[in-house]
């Protein structure tokens, strides 16, 4: 079983930056697709940007440019540095991580969220 344990969210201005967190622990054997998502009040969640074992990344149109996502394999972490906020990017983010766990097996597992407030 895998656990995630996210940090880094909280309120910041129009303009400023967060850098998110998300480490993963517990029995695998390994890490595969590492990813943000987001859902606002009211909205679905969406992708906000995904990395994979082979350090390919992809982000979602409204945050390209702004938003870097990075991992730390050594730390099976994943980060994401959000930039140049807007409070369109208020949300709960949370990740997402698919891991194998034998030799034709993956699972994926959530994160439990941490809030993005960007005020005006």
């Known amino acids: 079983q895998v656990q995630l344990v996210e940090s880094g969210g909280g309120l910041v201005q129009t303009g400023g930056s967060l850098r998110l967190s998300c480490a993963a622990s517990?029995?695998?054997?390994?890490?595969?697709?590492m990813s943000w998502y987001r859902q606002a009040p009211g909205k679905q969640r969406e992708l906000v940007a995904g990395?994979?074992?082979?350090?390919?990344?992809d982000y979602a149109a409204s945050v390209k440019g702004r938003f870097t996502i990075s991992r730390d394999n050594t730390k099976n972490t994943v980060y994401l540095q959000m930039n140049s906020l807007k409070p369109e990017d208020t949300a709960v983010y949370y990740c997402?991580?698919?891991?194998?766990?034998?030799?034709?097996?993956?699972?994926?597992?959530w994160g439990q969220g941490t809030q993005v407030t960007v005020s005006s």
């Open positions: 517990g029995r695998f054997l390994s890490i595969n697709a």
């Open positions: 990395i994979t074992s082979a350090d390919s990344t």
């Open positions: 997402n991580v698919v891991y194998k766990y034998s030799y034709y097996s993956f699972q994926d597992v």
